[in-house]
Each structure stands twice: as C-alpha cells, then as structure tokens.
C-alpha cells in the first residue's frame, strides 16, 4: 500500500461563541476554521483528520503541512507510522507539531481500517467506556461555575474541572463555592492555566487541598520545572503538568528527573498525534503515574484522544471543554456522554465516527493539494 494523494479542504463554521479559558487564549472571531485532511491510498482506503480548532484557525498551519509534510509522505506506505514519525518529526522541527499530529491521526484510521478494528483495539485495548468531565470555561464569576457545575451534576456526569478567573483569592472563593454546592463527594478539578507566582500556588493548592480536589492542573507557567518542584514538595493533592510546552517524547524527562509533577498530560496537537501520545503513556506507567487526556481542541481529535485513553490502564476520565459549541464540529454524531456520565468506545474501524461531508461541502473556501 502506498500514499498516492494528500489534499486539505478548508471549511469554516460561523457562528462559534467566542470562548476564553485565561487570559491569554480567546477565540476572538465567532468562526471556527478547520482542514479535512484526506490521505489516499493505492489500495482505495482513506484516512481523514482535522486540522485546526476554535483557539488556532488551521490556515496558520495549512502551509506547513502541505509545504512541508506532504512532499515527504507521497510514494511511503502508510502502515509505517513509526518512520513516518520519526521523518515528521525531524522536519518540524521548522514548523510546529500540529500539522504532524493531524497527519498521524489519518495514518491510525487507514490502519484501524486496514485491520477492520477501531483505534484503541489496534493500539491494545483496556476498556469499553471512561467517565467524563465537564471541563468549564472561563466564566463570569462564582454564581456562574455554581450553575454550571451543577447542571452537569445534574445530567449524570461525575466530575467537573475549574477554569478559574486568575486571581487567587477570587479563584479560592470560587472553589469554595462549588464545593458547597456540589457536595464533598463530587470530584472537582482546578485547571489555574498558567496563571500564579508561586506564593498564589501555594496558597490556592492548599486551599483545594482541604477541598477534597482531585488534582491541580498548571498553576505555573509551562517551563517552571524549578517552582513545580518546590511546590509539589509543599503540597499533598497531585500536581498536573506537561500539556505545555508543545513538543515530542523528549520534553518529559525533565519533569520525571526533576520529580516536578504527579500526573503526565498529552494531546494531539500539542504532541504530535496518537504515536506521541501512547508513548507517553507507557512513560508515565513506567513510572506509575497517571496520563490524562487533553482536550484535543476539534472534533477528530478528540475522538483519536478518546481512543487512546480507551487503551491504557493509567488515565481515569476523558475531558470535555465548554461550550461544546465551540468545539465539536465536522461528524455526524459526535461523541455523547450517558446518562451515567460515561462515553463509549467506537466500534467502527479506524477513528469510528462519520465525517459530516455536507457540512464540509456547505463551508468550503479553499481544497489546497
């Protein structure tokens, strides 16, 4: 089997609510830009993927990918995924990974198609279903993470991550709040997005500490190896790191020999695809330390995130960002979350859910080759 084609068509969505979650990251336009990736093949099988997302508009990688990545792909047997990797990933090292983690995305769903097995049972498979978060934006004050929070108590789901405003005696009340509203056996998380100097880390961790949180997630900025250890040394409630910097295997070590952090974090974008993400995830078992699933910023994305956290034993939910509205886009039925707060496996080979072509058709600007 060979790679015969590679073409991205870029679509746009209006319509999309401008959502923030610091206050470094705002998708300022009201539209959401995507790239349908298509790789086809020799053999008339296809892998698809998304580039883009509601906070990175996919023109600012389309160039790279087609530029940069297509020309090496053309003629290579897409069942090779690790030296496609590999090649990918020394040639991005001009570029970011993100048009390199689209890609690996389409080479898993022609191999889940060439196999005739969703992803995460080509990758192994551990279990069937994972329980959701509600993952919150950043909202407009404490009475609205109480409604919000409440809400997704109240459709089933069992737990529900903070975005906070940034300011920390602010963010403490806001936890406070929640946490009387939802009851002490209701599992919260705290997302800070970067945004304390240390001292506001310690006192915002140990103020979720006595809330009963189940983690605390970026309190400091993303290369703070330093203050990352000094803080998990003061603190009892596991420490989260990793989803930033953007980078590959390599960028975790520190963090595991500087002991800096109690759970590993990866995405597709970020780390450049399912390849990146499972090898992180045997990482941080090797270790006994946890993996979560990062939100994947599209709806493809997501689901290839969903399918590796399907296949490994050390992660426990899979996050769902807020305003759904904002982010899920491009499939006919995107992934639901039950009555018991669980999302389940796709049983269809490859990525597993069907792409909404007319909705691409309907937006397309642009179908570059």
């Given amino acids: 089997m060979r790679i015969t084609d590679l073409t991205l068509t870029m679509f746009t969505v209006p319509g999309v609510p401008p959502t923030r979650y610091a206050a470094h990251l705002a998708n300022l336009s009201g539209t959401l830009e995507l790239g349908l990736l298509t790789l086809d093949t020799d053999e008339g099988v296809q892998g698809h993927a998304f580039l883009g997302s509601a906070m990175r508009p996919a023109g600012l990688d389309a160039a790279a990918l087609m530029q ?13 995924r690790e030296r496609l990797h590999e090649l990918m990933r020394r040639w991005s090292r001009t570029s970011t990974l993100r048009p390199m983690g689209t890609v690996d995305v389409a080479l898993w769903d022609i191999a889940g198609k060439v196999a005739g097995l969703p992803i995460h049972r080509l990758l192994g498979g551990y279990r069937q279903a994972l329980p959701a978060y509600a993952s919150s ?17 109240s459709l089933g789901w069992t737990a529900y991550k903070i975005h906070p405003v940034g300011e920390a005696s602010q963010d403490i009340a806001i936890c406070e709040a929640v946490r009387r509203a939802v009851g002490d056996g209701y599992t919260l998380m705290l997302d800070a997005s970067f945004a304390y100097r240390f001292d506001e880390a310690v006192r915002v961790g140990r103020a979720i ?3 009963g949180f189940r983690w605390y997630e970026d309190p400091l900025t993303e290369n703070d190896v330093y203050n990352c250890r000094k803080l ?12 930033l910097p953007i980078g590959g295997l390599d960028t975790y070590a520190v963090w595991l020999t500087e002991r800096a952090t109690d759970y590993l974090r990866g995405d597709v974008p970020l780390k450049g695809g399912i390849t990146t993400m499972v090898k ?8 006994n330390l946890q993996y979560e699933v990062h939100h994947g910023g599209n709806s493809l994305n997501n689901l290839a995130g969903l399918h590796v956290a399907l296949a490994i034993r050390n992660t426990e939910f899979f996050e769902v960002l807020l305003p759904v509205e904002s982010h899920r886009h491009g499939l006919v039925q995107d992934i639901e979350v039950d009555a018991k707060g669980l999302v389940q496996a796709p049983a269809q080979p490859g990525l597993g859910l069907d792409i909404d072509f007319d909705l691409v058709r309907r937006g397309t600007n642009a179908v570059l080759r």
């Fill in 68 to 80: 940069g990545l297509k020309p090496l792909l053309m003629g290579e047997d897409p069942l090779e």
């Fill in 232 to 243: 998990r040394d003061k603190l009892d409630i596991p420490l989260m790191a990793t989803e």
């Fill in 280 to 287: 992180t995830a045997h990482l941080a078992e090797a270790f």
């Fill in 209 to 211: 500490e006595q809330l």
């Fill in 137 to 153: 934006q950043k909202l407009s004050g404490t009475d609205a993470y109480v409604e919000q929070a409440l809400h997704f108590k």
